[in-house]
């Protein structure tokens, strides 16, 4: 069976984005939402590795290993795992120098015994020496403004001066000019990633815990790899609560607009949890975003292995039309008028058919919803009368054919167009 990582490989070649993305004509993005297009907001390539975010590229999957970055066997191991189903950049954590060296045998260790594949490193708490080391190793650093040079908090404080917001400014440019000269001069990539649960300290008291804060923290770190000429850079604003994510991205994409900007947007609703909830937070946030064109790459954090995050990503990407990584599809609710089990054949024709790619297979109870509904689809199975379904090839009828033959000749003329692909 091919995984999802070799139904992508096996479409990037042909795979296409709408005309629309990043268009400044008014009338081909009115047309394009009028056609149910979704029109992205233009953004800069940015490249991580083999791997491109942003400009017009298509929206990129990432995900986190949970292995300890010490254990290399492990990591190499968590690493390749994500890769291997359709994880396009996998991010590591490095919260010591030990941890920083170690990702160079990683990084030789994948090269070796299966292929380089695109790493970012988390940096937190004042880890410029770390960021500085991991940055020989990787293709993107990634640092938190709330935590990469971490402020005491003052008992008592009631609010910050403009002397003392403007010093602590001045010691974060001098901190991190290092590692935006190092990125800068390799050609690497660095994500400026605002979490709302950690904040620095001087901007809740001059913003408040709220979106603008996220928002601002983020433009204080652009601005001095700016000054730095450094661009390469990848932005998010992750936050818990799925409308303060919202918002926090909504708000950083209108002032990246008003100010010039065009940095790719990182999406993802942090610490969203597990289970069907998990998912359900994840695709609220990532979904609204991506259906607004905001968004150029998405995780999905959940509270489970790392491989259960690729799917969720697919299955958002795909919905929205976004990506085309599986076969999409589309069955009726069931009613009174159902002429075959809907349920149980709809999991027959899904397991016969889920391997393939690019596909839309409609399975229909009834004439009524049939063929209006289904429309769009490229094959149609669809209950003609009691015992008999008939098959279409788009909006065409092609044959009707006994139920309990109906999987077996949906193959059949799938086959007989060339789309097929044994599993």
Same mark, same amino acid.
């Given at each position: 069976?091919?995984?999802?990582?070799?139904?992508?490989?096996?479409? *990037?070649?042909?795979?296409?984005?709408?005309?629309?993305?990043?268009?400044?004509?008014?009338?081909?993005?009115?047309?394009?939402?009028?056609?149910?297009?979704?029109?992205?907001?233009?953004?800069?390539?940015?490249?991580?590795?083999?791997?491109?975010?942003?400009?017009? @590229?298509?929206?990129?999957?990432?995900? +986190?290993?949970?292995?300890?970055?010490?254990?290399?066997?492990?990591?190499?191991?968590?690493?390749?795992?994500?890769?291997?189903?359709?994880?396009?950049?996998?991010?590591?954590?490095?919260?010591?120098?030990?941890?920083?060296?170690?990702?160079?045998?990683?990084?030789?260790?994948?090269?070796?015994?299966?292929?380089?594949?695109?790493?970012?490193?988390?940096?937190?708490?004042?880890?410029? $020496?770390?960021? !500085?080391?991991?940055?020989? @190793?990787?293709?993107?650093?990634?640092?938190?403004?709330?935590?990469?040079?971490?402020?005491?908090?003052?008992?008592?404080?009631?609010?910050?001066?403009?002397?003392?917001?403007?010093?602590?400014?001045?010691?974060?440019?001098?901190?991190? *000019?290092?590692?935006?000269?190092?990125?800068?001069?390799?050609? *690497?990539?660095?994500?400026?990633?605002?979490? @709302?649960?950690?904040?620095?300290?001087?901007?809740?008291?001059?913003?408040?815990?709220?979106?603008?804060?996220?928002?601002?923290?983020?433009?204080?770190?652009?601005?001095?790899?700016?000054?730095?000429?450094?661009?390469?850079?990848?932005?998010?604003?992750?936050?818990?609560?799925?409308?303060?994510?919202?918002?926090?991205?909504?708000? +950083?994409?209108?002032?990246?607009?008003?100010?010039?900007?065009?940095?790719?947007? @990182?999406?993802?609703?942090?610490?969203?949890?597990?289970?069907?909830?998990?998912?359900?937070?994840?695709?609220?946030?990532?979904?609204?975003?991506?259906?607004?064109?905001?968004?150029?790459?998405?995780?999905?954090?959940?509270?489970?292995?790392?491989? $259960?995050?690729?799917?969720?990503?697919?299955?958002?990407?795909?919905?929205?039309? !976004?990506?085309?990584?599986?076969?999409?599809?589309?069955?009726?609710?069931?009613?009174?008028?159902?002429?075959?089990?809907?349920?149980?054949?709809?999991?027959?024709?899904?397991?016969?058919?889920?391997? !393939?790619?690019?596909?839309?297979?409609?399975?229909?109870?009834?004439?009524?919803?049939?063929?209006?509904?289904?429309?769009?689809?490229?094959?149609?199975?669809?209950?003609?009368?009691?015992?008999?379904?008939?098959?279409?090839?788009?909006?065409?009828?092609? $044959?009707?054919?006994?139920?309990?033959?109906?999987?077996?000749?949906?193959?059949?003329?799938?086959?007989?167009?060339?789309?097929?692909?044994?599993?």
């Amino acid at each position: 069976m091919q995984t999802i990582s070799e139904n992508i490989n096996s479409i *990037k070649a042909n795979e296409s984005i709408p005309a629309s993305v990043g268009s400044e004509n008014s009338n081909e993005n009115l047309n394009a939402e009028n056609l149910g297009t979704i029109v992205r907001r233009k953004t800069r390539p940015v490249k991580i590795g083999s791997v491109t975010i942003g400009g017009g @590229h298509p929206v990129v999957v990432q995900s +986190m290993i949970n292995e300890d970055t010490l254990d290399i066997a492990g990591a190499v191991a968590g690493i390749r795992r994500l890769h291997e189903i359709g994880c396009e950049i996998v991010r590591v954590t490095v919260p010591s120098l030990a941890h920083a060296h170690a990702l160079a045998e990683i990084r030789a260790t994948l090269k070796q015994t299966y292929q380089d594949v695109p790493l970012v490193a988390d940096v937190h708490h004042n880890g410029m $020496k770390i960021a !500085l080391e991991v940055a020989k @190793h990787v293709d993107k650093v990634r640092i938190n403004p709330g935590l990469y040079v971490f402020e005491k908090p003052k008992s008592g404080r009631t609010e910050y001066s403009q002397t003392e917001f403007e010093e602590i400014g001045e010691k974060i440019k001098e901190t991190l *000019k290092p590692l935006v000269v190092s990125l800068r001069d390799q050609g *690497k990539a660095m994500r400026i990633g605002v979490n @709302h649960g950690s904040l620095a300290e001087r901007m809740l008291f001059t913003y408040g815990d709220t979106p603008q804060g996220m928002v601002e923290s983020a433009l204080e770190f652009i601005r001095i790899c700016e000054e730095l000429e450094f661009r390469n850079l990848v932005i998010s604003l992750k936050a818990s609560r799925v409308p303060v994510m919202v918002a926090a991205y909504k708000q +950083m994409a209108k002032r990246m607009d008003e100010l010039g900007m065009d940095y790719p947007l @990182h999406l993802g609703v942090t610490e969203a949890g597990d289970g069907e909830y998990g998912r359900i937070k994840s695709t609220a946030g990532i979904a609204t975003l991506l259906a607004q064109g905001i968004g150029d790459t998405i995780r999905v954090s959940l509270t489970e292995a790392p491989e $259960k995050e690729i799917p969720v990503c697919y299955s958002i990407l795909q919905a929205l039309g !976004l990506r085309k990584t599986m076969v999409e599809y589309v069955a009726c609710p069931s009613c009174g008028r159902t002429l075959f089990n809907l349920e149980e054949v709809l999991h027959k024709v899904r397991e016969a058919t889920k391997h !393939l790619t690019g596909l839309d297979i409609a399975v229909m109870g009834c004439i009524v919803n049939g063929p209006g509904e289904m429309a769009d689809a490229d094959y149609g199975y669809v209950g003609k009368t009691p015992g008999m379904i008939s098959l279409y090839r788009g909006k065409e009828e092609i $044959k009707r054919v006994p139920e309990n033959e109906g999987v077996e000749q949906l193959i059949a003329l799938i086959k007989s167009d060339d789309r097929w692909v044994d599993p």
